[in-house]
């Protein structure tokens, strides 16, 4: 068997410290092939916008001596992910990893994330994805600053990588997602947990004068009560361990059906 292919992507742009943390500590389990935005990247789910220009750009990276050959797209990062596995890379890739980003992707906000985004695109194409996540105080948040330190980050992305990589994951896992506590250490234990239903950040109104002024919508993180003690949230805020959540791609409510039903219906003869 060949050297197994991993193709590698963030949110968070080519440039960012978080995606070179993973690029070292995957290279141990194989090729890895680092294909990501040009420019940040956050917010953009998965997806994939007609404006994009999609040029790809080669360069050059030295990361602790040694030289890196990555490619830069003009795209979000699902479309990054799509023009490494459908134009850039030679074979197709083992495992699709992506991050590790500064700041965590938990709770209602993972529809959000462009983290996350890209291993849901992977994933819809077929192959096995990982989303790697930090926690960061919000003043990282769109940074590359290199007052944060990935090293414990990476140890658990090269840890679940190892794992995709040798394991096939039940039907409807399609992919992992994994939270890093900022204070996490390469003991910490991680535990499965499920999405928070709560929203984790809320949305700030901007602040200008007129309409016509060029604005964004702000965010700050919000109070949480009553969190469910078998979710990300919990398990990152209040337990401080690495939460590991499956995601599906199948976004279909779990309502039993023919309750539904009977309740759309209110009265309508039923479909036979």
């Keep these: 068997m060949g050297k197994r292919q991993i193709l590698l992507t963030n949110d968070d742009g080519i440039g960012s410290p978080g995606l070179w943390a993973a690029a070292e500590a995957l290279s141990a389990l194989g090729f890895v092939t680092v294909v990501a935005p040009r420019h940040q ?9 007609n404006t994009s220009d999609g040029i790809i750009t080669e ?13 830069a797209v003009g795209g979000s990062p699902a479309q990054a992910v799509l023009h490494g596995i459908l134009e850039i890379m030679l074979q197709p890739p083992d495992l699709v ?9 938990v709770g209602l906000g993972v529809t959000i994330s462009g983290t996350v985004g890209a291993a849901l695109e992977a994933a819809a194409l077929g192959y096995p994805a990982l989303a790697v996540s930090l926690e960061t105080d919000q003043r990282y948040h769109l940074s590359h600053s290199t007052e944060v330190d990935f090293t414990v980050a990476a140890h658990f992305t090269a840890q679940f990588a190892r794992i995709l990589l040798e394991k096939r994951m039940p039907f ?3 992919v992992l997602k994994v939270e890093v506590p900022s204070d996490a250490t390469l003991e910490t234990p991680w535990e499965l947990a499920r999405l928070s239903r709560q929203r984790y950040y809320d949305p700030v109104a901007p602040q200008r004068s007129s309409w016509s ?9 919000g109070r949480f009560s009553g969190l469910e003690e078998d979710s990300d949230v919990y398990v ?6 690495v939460a590991v959540t499956p995601l599906s791609l199948d976004l279909t409510s779990r309502v039993d059906f023919r309750e539904l039903e009977r309740l759309l219906r209110n009265g309508e003869a039923p479909v036979p």
Excluded: C, F
């Design 97 to 105: 990893v992506s991050g590790i980003n500064y700041g965590e992707n």
């Design 213 to 221: 002024e060029p604005a964004r919508i702000g965010y700050t993180e």
């Design 59 to 71: 360069e050059t990276v030295q990361i602790k001596g040694q030289s890196w050959k990555v490619y």
């Design 172 to 174: 409807d896992v399609d």
């Design 41 to 49: 990247s956050s917010g953009m789910g998965r997806s994939l916008p």
């Design 236 to 241: 990152l805020r209040r337990k401080r361990h």
